[in-house]
């Protein structure tokens, strides 16, 4: 036999080779496919990436904004844990000469992304009003599971009142606000600050007392979970986040976070609240049906809603919009002036011009 029959072509060889990497490539495909099926951690890292570059821009979007004379303590750790998730920052004033009124802020990002950084202009416009403003970070999701980020703001608000004076923290005159996913989790805690029985569920032992929190500030949030529904082009992101949240694929029967819909667990003991949500945000009846309850418990509320057919849309997360819709600098400036009508009254929305220029 001669040399030429068993020693392999160029052309042998590379089909040979093509057809290795072909079924290394189906492989790795399988693999993928497998595990978006199997676990939440793909789509949720990916959902993670677009929410921080999108939350990246919108930070920068408002640089435009922001007065100066607003000072940062940055990276404070509540916690002895080490954890770079769980550190705050605080801004206010740069002139301010005792503790002021204070706004507990907590972003959103669907409870897998966001940051505190993302939220840094926006903190300093409000903290130009004369507030001290906090930006807390928690544990994502699905590193986390709920009820982790409503234990680590009961954590950061003991850090709070403990360092109160060095921070310029009224800790009579506490508001915690939030937006999207924050939104739950602080109605979450709140509710739990006023119940004995919630506070025992999510394990929290709240060292504020109701009389020291004036208000809620919520923009956009979910309050009830079981009214989610995963269709239409919002399922692959719902069932990814919620199913991150909860640790449980089958989200929607879990009683885990039936305990995080904050509608239910709600008494006349929340405080005083503004809710807001754009019109065209996939949320804002969840908004709506929550400030219709606590209305029916006899908590002050203060809306900011939008008809129907109000244009342009409004969409979700819309009150950082500024520099698209004016809508935001208004619904800003009432947020602004709910927090100075219910006990923050060194709080004055005129302080900061793009503000006092929605009048």
Same mark, same amino acid.
């Given at each position: 036999m001669s040399d030429s029959a068993v020693r392999p072509t160029p052309l042998r060889s590379l089909v040979t080779l093509l057809g290795m990497l072909?079924?290394?490539?189906?492989?790795?495909?399988?693999v993928m496919?497998?595990?978006?099926?199997?676990?939440?951690?793909?789509?949720?890292?990916?959902?993670?990436?677009?929410?921080?570059?999108g939350?990246? !821009?919108?930070?920068?979007?408002?640089a435009p904004f922001v007065p100066t004379g607003v000072t940062? =303590?940055?990276? /404070?750790?509540?916690?002895?844990?080490?954890?770079? =998730?769980?550190? /705050? =920052?605080?801004?206010?004033?740069?002139?301010?000469?005792?503790?002021?009124?204070?706004?507990?802020?907590v972003h959103g990002g669907g409870w897998v992304g966001g940051d505190k950084s993302q939220g840094e202009n926006y903190s300093r416009i409000l903290a130009a009003s004369g507030a001290t403003v906090v930006q807390i970070n928690y544990t994502l999701s699905p590193e986390a599971r709920f009820p982790t980020a409503v234990q680590q703001l009961d954590a950061a608000t003991t850090y709070l009142l403990d360092h109160a004076d060095d921070l310029g923290?009224?800790?009579d005159r506490l508001f915690y606000a939030g937006d999207s996913a924050g939104s739950q989790v602080v109605s979450t805690y709140l509710a739990a600050v006023a119940s004995p029985d919630q506070a025992s569920r999510l394990a929290v032992r709240p060292r504020v007392h109701e009389g020291e929190i004036k208000g809620a500030v919520l923009f956009c949030g979910a309050y009830d979970v079981t009214a989610v529904r995963a269709s239409g082009q919002f399922a692959s992101f719902l069932n990814t986040v919620m199913w991150a949240y909860s640790g449980?694929? =089958?989200?929607?029967?879990?009683?885990?976070?039936?305990?995080?819909?904050?509608?239910?667990?709600?008494?006349?003991?929340?405080?005083?609240?503004?809710?807001s949500a754009?019109?065209?945000?996939?949320?804002?009846? !969840?908004?709506?049906?929550?400030?219709?309850? /606590? !209305?029916? /418990?006899?908590?002050?509320?203060?809306?900011?809603?939008?008809?129907e057919d109000h244009e342009p849309a409004l969409p979700h997360e819309y009150q950082v919009l500024f520099s698209k819709y004016h809508e935001a600098i208004s619904a800003t400036r009432a947020a602004v002036q709910f927090v100075s009508d219910h006990g923050g009254s060194d709080v004055d929305a005129d302080r900061v011009p793009v503000l006092a220029a929605a009048r």
């Open positions: 072909t079924a290394v490539l189906l492989s790795l495909v399988l496919a497998l595990s978006f099926v199997t676990t939440p951690i793909p789509g949720a890292l990916l959902i993670r990436s677009s929410f921080n570059a939350g990246v !821009q919108g930070n920068e979007a408002l940062r =303590d940055a990276d /404070l750790a509540y916690t002895s844990s080490g954890r770079p =998730d769980e550190r /705050l =920052d605080v801004y206010r004033r740069a002139d301010a000469t005792a503790p002021a009124s204070t706004i507990i802020w923290i009224a800790t449980v694929r =089958d989200w929607q029967s879990a009683e885990v976070l039936r305990q995080g819909s904050p509608i239910d667990s709600v008494t006349a003991g929340f405080p005083a609240a503004f809710v754009g019109n065209g945000d996939p949320l804002e009846s !969840q908004s709506r049906a929550f400030a219709a309850r /606590l !209305q029916q /418990l006899g908590v002050p509320v203060v809306t900011q809603f939008y008809d």
